[in-house]
């Protein structure tokens, strides 16, 4: 089974973005498969898988914006910044509904976050949380993340566990682990990260994501197809040009091409001195190319010919 784009997969809880693909490996029957980032064992949500000639957009997708749901445990640190970590401090939360708000959107904009040890960064070629594991610390260097926006859903501060439930849109590199413990050090009573779901990465959402088992399930009544989504369509913004019988040659091999070798409605387009979409005449998709030097030169190929 060849298959060529990328499929939505709802990541369930207990799974690492790494079990998700070797699942598929034996589901599909296929190795050329890739994640588009990582997402914590105990998190759920959308993870865009890419398969075949797609895993060459796997750092693309990685860089897209993402959008989580998130529940906050105030008045609780962990050495994971999460609730599946040894707790380090508890304490008393005295904050008012008014005091959480204004600190949750002091955070939207760009800011300097510390990754967190237990993580999948790297030092000195060994992983963060293998050495935070062995009781070992680093120093991290903080990286400049984005938070476009924060939206709170549910507060409950009355109760014995008090919660934040908020929705957070944000940048690529993002922990919202450590977004909310720097949320809690902001009040003073600290606080970890309860539960996480991720529900967007870039244009794809929570809705159609796809568990395993449905995945399994659509293989075998051989509708997978219909759930992948075209490489071509993660550049739909780009204008779509196609080339002539005559110049096939050039760009099945990824060389340069003219404009002369465009078919005639294509020439009569507008930005198409950008980069565009590059088809053959039977509409299939090679690649990615950009006007430079009165030629149009590959950026990114997707055709593999054998």
Known sequence: MIMNGIINVYKEQ?????????KLRGILHMKKIGHTGTLDPDAVGVLPV????????????????????????????????????????????TVNEVQVLDAIQSFVGEY???PPMYSALKHNGKKLYELARDGIEVERKPRNI??????????????????VTFTVECSKGTYIRTLCED???????GACMMHLKRTRVGSFGLNESLTLSQIEQLVQDERINDCITPIDEMFADKVKVIVKEEGEKLIYNGNR????????????????????????????FIGIYEWKEDMFAPVKMFLDRQ
């Open 50 to 93: 890419c398969l075949g000639r797609a895993t060459k957009l796997c750092g693309m997708i990685t860089d897209w914006n993402k959008t989580y749901e998130a529940v906050m445990l105030l008045g609780v640190k962990t050495d994971t910044q999460d609730i599946s970590g040894k707790v380090l401090e508890e304490s008393e939360v």
């Open 183 to 189: 949320i809690g050090n902001m009040l003073g009573c």
């Open 112 to 114: 300097a976050q510390v």
């Open 14 to 22: 207990g799974y690492t973005s790494h079990d998700v693909v070797a």
């Open 146 to 163: 984005r938070i476009h926006a924060i939206h709170v859903n549910e507060m409950n501060l009355s109760e014995v566990q008090k919660t």
């Open 257 to 284: 091409f003219p404009l002369e070798v465009l078919s005639d409605e294509t020439k009569e387009q507008k930005n198409m001195f950008e980069q565009v979409r590059v088809y053959d005449k039977e509409g299939t």
